[in-house]
C-alpha cells in the first residue's frame, strides 16, 4: 500500500508518516519499482499502535522504545504519565477557574482584566498584607468575583485578612451564601466555623435562614456562633444556646449581651429571666457558672429577673449573694 493511501486509511498524514520513517519508527517494507514507499499490512498495524501509544501520552522517543525493546516494562512509564497527567489537569483546572472568575467579574476592556488578574494573585500571596488590601480593593476598586473572596475566606488563617474578606463578602451582598452554605456542610471544621462567621456579617434576610438552620449544626462551634449572631437578630429560638454558652464560660459575655439585647422585647424578657433562673435553681452547678447567670440577669429587664436577683441576694454561696445584691443596687439607682 502506497503512503498516500495508508494516510487516507490510517488518519495519519504523509509528512507525519514521513517522519516515522526517518525516525526508525515505522519503515516501509518495500518500495515500488518508481521508488516509492511501499506499506506491508504488518507496517500499517505498526502504525496504529505508534498512534494507540501517543494517545496514552508517549514521546515518540518512548513509542519507539515500547515497541522495539523486548525487556522494556510500561508500570513504571504509566505511573509517570499518570502523574504528568493529574498535574496537568490540576494546571488546566487551576487556568479554567481563573477564567471563570475574569469572566464572572465582566470586565470592561483588558485594563480591568489586569487589575483582576493582580487581585486574584494577590489573594493567592504568601503576604498576610497583600491578602488583605487584595481583599479590600475589591470592593474599593474592581470587584472580584464572589467563588474567589469566598474561597479565600474559608482557606484564611490569619485573623486580619479574614476580617477583611468576610466584610467584602459583606458588601457583595447574598451572591456568596451559596458557597458558604457549602462550607457549613464541609467535613473540615475550621472551613464550618469560618463559613459561619462570614454568614454572621452577611446582611439580615437569606443569612439569618441559614444561621438558623446553623442552631442544629452536628458543630457545637457552629451553632454557638451562629446563636450569638441571631441573637442580635432578635431570634428567640437562640435562648437556649446562649444560656448554654454562660454556663460553660464560652463567649460568656457576648452571650450573656445577646441575651440581653433579646430581653428588650418585653414578651421575651420573663421568658429568658424566668430559662435562667431555672438553671440556677434545678441545676448541679459549680459557683462560678451560678455566678455568670446571675451576672447575665443584669441584663434583663422586668420583675421575674428583679425577684430572681432579691432572693438570690441571700443565696448560701457568697459570691452568687454579693454579685446579685450589687446588681440590684444598681437597679434601683437607675
Aim: proline share 4%; aromatic share 2%; net charge negative.
Amino acid at each position: 500500500m502506497l503512503i498516500g493511501d495508508v494516510a487516507r486509511r490510517s488518519g495519519v498524514s504523509a509528512r507525519m508518516l514521513r517522519h516515522y520513517d526517518s525516525l526508525g519508527l515505522v519503515r516501509p517494507t518495500g518500495r515500488t519499482e518508481g521508488g516509492y514507499r511501499e506499506y506491508s499490512s504488518e507496517d500499517i498495524r505498526r502504525i496504529f499502535h505508534i498512534e494507540s501509544l501517543r494517545s496514552l501520552g508517549l514521546s515518540l522517543r518512548e513509542v519507539k522504545r515500547a515497541l522495539d525493546d523486548p525487556g522494556f516494562t510500561p508500570s513504571g512509564l504509566v505511573d509517570d504519565l499518570i502523574h504528568q497527567t493529574r498535574e496537568r489537569i490540576a494546571r488546566e483546572t487551576e487556568l479554567l477557574t481563573r477564567l471563570r472568575r475574569i469572566g464572572a467579574a465582566e470586565p470592561a476592556d483588558w485594563q480591568d482584566v489586569l487589575q483582576i488578574v493582580a487581585l486574584l494573585q494577590a489573594l493567592g500571596s504568601e503576604s498576610a498584607g497583600k491578602r488583605q488590601r487584595a481583599a479590600l480593593s475589591s470592593v474599593e476598586e474592581v470587584p472580584l468575583p464572589v467563588e474567589a473572596l469566598v474561597e479565600a475566606a474559608l482557606s484564611e488563617t490569619d485573623p486580619n485578612v479574614a476580617g477583611a474578606l468576610r466584610w467584602a463578602l459583606a458588601q457583595s451582598g447574598e451572591h456568596g451564601l451559596a458557597l458558604l452554605a457549602e462550607g457549613l456542610g464541609s467535613p473540615v471544621a475550621e472551613v464550618r466555623r469560618r463559613a459561619v462567621q462570614c454568614i454572621a456579617e452577611m446582611p439580615n434576610g437569606a443569612a439569618t435562614a441559614l444561621l438558623q438552620a446553623a442552631l442544629t449544626n452536628s458543630d457545637i462551634v457552629v451553632r454557638r456562633h451562629a446563636a450569638l449572631a441571631l441573637g442580635a437578630r432578635g431570634v428567640a429560638d437562640t435562648v437556649p444556646t446562649l444560656i448554654d454558652m454562660v454556663v460553660d464560660e464560652t463567649n460568656d459575655v457576648d452571650a450573656a449581651d445577646a441575651l440581653s439585647a433579646l430581653a428588650r422585647d418585653p414578651a421575651l424578657a420573663d421568658q429568658i429571666a424566668a430559662r435562667l433562673v431555672d438553671r440556677l435553681v434545678h441545676g448541679t452547678l459549680g459557683s462560678s457558672a451560678r455566678r455568670r447567670l446571675t451576672q447575665a440577669l443584669a441584663g434583663i429587664p422586668g420583675t421575674t429577673a428583679s425577684h430572681a436577683l432579691a432572693d438570690l441576694s441571700h443565696d448560701e454561696d457568697r459570691a452568687v449573694a454579693l454579685t446579685a445584691t450589687y446588681i440590684l443596687k444598681l437597679r434601683n439607682t437607675q
